[in-house]
Structure formats: C-alpha cells, structure tokens
C-alpha cells in the first residue's frame, strides 16, 4: 500500500479519536531488526513541531523493545506538545515500549494487542564471557539474580548471616561482582523509571497502585516473554482501554500494512540482492510517520560473491544505518 492509501487509515484513526496520530515501527525482520534507541527522539520531535501544540496525541507503537532510557525522553517530549497521551498497541509493544506505555494516559489495546515485563537483561564488559564465541558476553537477567538469592533464601534455608553470604558468595565466583552491582543498578532504574512515568498520567494515580502495577511488571511474571494481553494489562491496573470495532479495524489494518511494507514475516536474505559479482541494497526496517510527514530508519550496504576462501560464498557490508526523511 501507498503512502498515500496508509495515510487514509492514519487520517480515519484521527477523525475518530479526535487526535494527532503518529506511527513508531520498529521492525523485527530477521537479519534488519531495529529498536527503540536514543536516535529517534530528533525524529519525533520533527513530527511534533510540525503538528504543534495538540488537545490529544495518540502513538500508534510496535515494537519489541530496546533502550530503556529512550521511553522518558519520549514521554517528556510529547508531554511538551499535549496534556493528553495515548498509546495504540495493535500487537507487539514489549519490554521499553510497555515502559513508554506507562507514561499514558490511556493505552488503547486491540485484541492482539501484548505488553511485556520491562525486567531487563543487562550486559557490560564484566559479564560472563561467552564460550561459543569469546568476544560476546553472556546477558544477565536482573529477575534471575534476584531470584536465585529468594530460592536460596525460601527454599534452600539459607536464613543466617553467615549462610547468606556463603550464598552470595557464590553467586559472586560465577558472576563479577561489578556485573551484579551493574545488575542491581539497572533493577533500581528500571523500578524508578517505571514509578515516574507513571506519574506523569493527567490524572495521579495513587501511591499503592503505582506501586501495584511495578511490582507486576518486574518481579510477579517470572519469564521476560511473558506476554500480556489486554484483560491481563487491565487486572494489573494499568490504563487500559478496550476499543470499539470500528477502531479496532483500524488500527489492525494499519498494522497489517506497516508488517507488508516492512516485510515482516521474511527474513531478509541479502543473497537474493546480489546481481552478479556485487550490488548494493536498501532495506526499510522502521517507520515514524503522520500526516504531516513520514521517517524511515535505512540498512544500505553491499552484498558480493566471492570465491575465497570458498567456492560461491556471499560476503554482506552494512554501510550505513540510520533515520531518513522521506517526506515532506
């Protein structure tokens, strides 16, 4: 579908919500995936000037997640531009795009819409080395630490002192100490961030279901692809909204397009770019875009046969990435 055939679903999701609608896509194509990253807020911010100062914005997100820092800079942006913020989640909205949900004040879900845990898994240079690839570090997951600590506490017995720093210990000969102390950093973030955004609902929420919804959302879900649909969201008390047919529609049929245009269910095979020795590619992995203009984050690179060290092998250069203007 055509820009200009998007932009009428974008336009229908306006009129009917009374809104200023902006789109956030990144992609999870196999091989070009993209996140939720500091590059972006430049980009929004050029949406947002040319739409000005608004009654309502509503986001329309997909996303599995990515830097978790990003989402209260977006909040605070958007808040500059409108005392109302919504958020559509036509499917996938998990880890810091469920955290950029929090800051709204209504989250619009479709039926297929999911949320997910915002416990993140954190990796720095004192991480567990890798075997199978030496260069790598292993992530740490923030539950699974402080999950071994309740397990040798609740189930072990490990009650005394003396026992639970035996148990720490431990813990600390497989995992760096400056990894740990990176992990509870990063445990205290997530549960601040959480709190504030929160905080920023036109209308305060109260203390204890603040504190309700964070506890579910980082220790009371026991997996990280855990997936929460919308009657599970509404039961942790967070802001959600079930929306009628007509909406529902729309905002799925709008999804459908961003997941042809990106290609989403096909893993990007850079082999089939190739036109004989070597040819450069483009591909699209992610969209901002509204009615006053769209954004697309761009993979060029080179894809060449080579026959060295082996017979037909395919060697693939990413020379660039990053956010493009495509319009206006």
Wanted: glycine share 6%; net charge negative; hydrophobic share 40%.
């Amino acid at each position: 579908m055509a820009r200009q055939q998007r932009i009428e679903l974008i336009r229908s999701i306006s009129e009917l919500r009374g809104s200023a609608v902006i789109c956030y896509i990144t992609g999870d194509r196999e091989n070009v995936s993209t996140r939720i990253a500091p590059d972006v807020t430049q980009v929004f911010y050029r949406h947002l000037e040319m739409y000005g100062e608004c009654q309502q914005i509503d986001l329309f997100l997909y996303t599995r997640g990515g830097d978790v820092l990003t989402p209260w800079r977006l909040a605070h942006l958007i808040r500059e531009y409108t005392p109302r913020f919504s958020v559509l989640i036509p499917f996938r909205c998990y880890s810091a795009g469920t955290l950029l949900c929090l800051s709204a004040d209504e989250i619009v879900m479709g039926k297929m819409g999911e949320l997910g845990p915002i416990d993140p898994s954190v990796v720095n240079a004192f991480n567990p080395q890798d075997q199978n690839n030496p260069s790598a570090r292993i992530p740490v997951n923030i539950e699974d630490v402080y999950s071994y600590l309740a397990l040798a506490g609740e189930k072990a017995g490990v009650c005394s002192n003396d026992q639970q720093v035996k148990a720490f210990t431990l813990l600390a000969e497989r995992i760096h100490p400056l990894a740990l102390g990176n992990v509870h950093r990063n445990y205290m973030l997530i549960r601040s961030l959480a709190k504030r955004l929160l905080a920023m609902h036109q209308q305060p929420l109260k203390e204890g279901r603040i504190e309700h919804i964070v506890d579910n959302l980082t220790e009371k879900l026991y997996a990280h692809n855990h997936m929460i649909p919308r009657r599970e969201a509404a039961e942790i008390n967070l802001a959600v909204k079930i929306p009628g047919s007509q909406l529902e529609n729309l905002i799925w049929s709008l999804y459908q397009d961003y997941a042809n245009e990106l290609s989403l269910t096909e893993p990007f095979n850079p082999a089939e770019q190739l036109r004989g020795a070597k040819s450069e590619f483009e591909v699209v992995s992610g969209y901002v875009e509204s009615l006053k203009g769209a954004d697309a984050f761009v993979f060029s690179g080179v894809v060449e046969r080579r026959d060295f060290p082996e017979p037909g092998q395919v060697n693939v250069s990413i020379l660039k990435q990053g956010w493009r203007t495509l319009c206006p």
